[in-house]
């Protein structure tokens, strides 16, 4: 003979007291603890890895302009619309982004040590210089 079950007597007869729910709670708080940093470490690397997706991805647009134009823009803003004889763009699908800490990509023509322009990110601080989370991001 089978049993049946009987839902309303289940909540009544069978529910978990406040010490059973104190205990998981405190169970699950330990494992938050042990398991947040190491999570919250790794944000500061993403945001790092994603500046420097996006200084390739504006490297690949200055190129682009400077195939079409000849030179490389004077700002990052020519890559979405200019009157430059050549131009042909928008080189950019959307404005110019910022980096991932809401600051703007620092961009220079001509560049340091003779490259052609640099490009970097002042990271988290929005400070030139820096270590950890705070050191600049080149591009070149």
Known sequence: MKKKLNFKGFLSNNGFTLVELLIVITILG???SLVAPKMFSKVGSTQRNTAAAQMQNLE???DTYRLDVGYYPDSLAELR???K???DGPYLPKDVPLDPWGNPYQY???GEDG???SLMSFGKDGQQGGSDDNEDIVHQ
Do not use: F, N, Q
């Open 30 to 32: 330990l494992l938050m």
């Open 60 to 62: 690949t647009s200055l």
């Open 81 to 83: 619309s200019s009157t």
């Open 85 to 87: 004889r050549g131009w």
């Open 108 to 110: 220079k023509t001509p």
């Open 115 to 117: 490259k052609p322009y």
